[in-house]
């Protein structure tokens, strides 16, 4: 909307003063009637002209560097909360995998204890740990479906979402990251825009101190006895004597006001540059620290898929077939449950860790 609204004032960038008409009657030369018609037109310095129509200009950049940010900002919300969606659902597969694995034990803890061979504390120990899981299980359910509304609020979607529910896996990060790719951050270019849109109110200011000129044309009447030429004539108040104008307006009196709002201009330029240039460090800090964080989870990811996944395989059969043959009592047995459970959840969180990692830097290089 503000885009739209610079780019309509663009005809006004060029406004001429209105055009001012004056009629002076009475007794202007002589003790008769006489009148006096003049029409005066006011033109403005043209270099103040120009000045305001860059300065528009500037303004409309400005406003689309706005949208932009806007565009990015959105981007990001809606990436993290449809990465957050995927991660849910898949917090949501490895619980319902170990809710088989629970339910498995409970059948076999509850024949254990029909048939004598073991206490009710097996039987509800196993009961207890399944409901745990099923109210984790629901939890995670219900933030899956109110991220999902988060989602369709960013989106702006009329009808419920419908995410399909597949791999959850690491988003490719094709290129190498240096400081340079900041360059394209719309933050960082908003910030650099100021600047050339307080040197464009500069020279507006500059150039209101500049002269102003103006035109005009008159006619007059000269009622009586005039001496033309060296004989007497006698006019009536028929207007019939004609001139032009010309003038030109200068800060005789201010110009000290003038002065002090370029020197306030200048400041302002010299603040919003510093600014910038905070902007740009603060980018490059985060970026490097997103780098790090990346490098990080990327290497944690790694040893899950390489080292705890498979440990983890190899615990919860080994343990199954143990408890089933009871060569292991369901102490060990809940313990490998829950340590599968554990590494299974923390390969989930270490991968949405590197995913919300990669969506951050996408955001700040503008990706």
């Not at 309509?8 to 009475?26: H, V």
């Not at 910030?191 to 102003?212: C, F, H, N, W, Y």
């Not at 000290?256 to 910038?276: C, H």
């Amino acid at each position: 909307m503000d885009i739209r609204a610079w780019e309509l004032r663009k005809g006004a960038y060029s406004i001429i003063p209105k055009t001012e008409f004056n009629a002076l009657l009475g007794q202007v030369n002589t003790p008769r009637y006489d009148n006096n018609f003049s029409v005066t037109q006011s033109i403005p310095n043209p270099g103040l002209t120009k000045a305001k129509r860059q300065l528009g200009e500037e303004y409309m950049n400005s406003s689309r560097q706005l949208l932009e940010i806007s565009k990015q900002e959105l981007t990001y919300n809606i990436r993290q909360s449809y990465f957050q969606i995927r991660y849910l659902q898949a917090v949501q597969q490895v619980f319902q995998r170990e809710d088989s694995l629970l339910r498995q034990f409970v059948k076999v803890a509850d024949i254990k204890y029909r048939t004598g061979e073991t206490n009710l504390l097996e039987k509800t120990t196993a009961e207890t740990r399944q409901q745990q899981l099923q109210q984790s299980l629901q939890q995670v359910i219900n933030q899956t479906e109110n991220e999902k509304l988060k989602l369709q609020y960013w989106i702006n979607s009329p009808v419920e979402l419908s995410i399909e529910d597949k791999d959850f896996t690491v988003i490719p990060l094709t290129q190498l990251l240096d400081s340079s790719y900041i360059e394209s951050s719309p933050s960082l270019m908003y910030a650099r825009q100021q600047i050339s849109l307080l040197t464009a109110d500069r020279k507006v200011k500059k150039a209101e101190a500049g002269p102003d000129f103006n035109i005009g044309y008159f006619i007059q009447s000269f009622a009586g006895t005039q001496e033309v030429n060296g004989q007497l004539e006698t006019y009536n108040a028929t207007p019939r004597f004609q001139g032009a104008t010309v003038g030109v307006s200068v800060p005789l009196i201010g110009l000290k006001g003038y002065r002090a709002n370029i020197d306030a201009a200048d400041f302002q330029i010299q603040v919003q540059q510093k600014e910038a240039e905070l902007v740009q460090s603060q980018l490059r800090s985060q970026l490097k620290q997103y780098v790090q964080q990346y490098v990080f989870w990327s290497e944690n990811v790694t040893y899950y898929q390489n080292v705890a996944l498979p440990n983890a395989s190899s615990i919860i059969s080994n343990a199954t077939r143990g408890y089933q043959s009871g060569d292991i009592g369901y102490v060990e047995y809940a313990q490998a449950l829950q340590t599968n459970l554990e590494i299974q959840k923390m390969y989930l969180e270490s991968i949405n860790n590197l995913n919300q990692t990669i969506t951050s830097i996408q955001f700040i290089t503008n990706q």
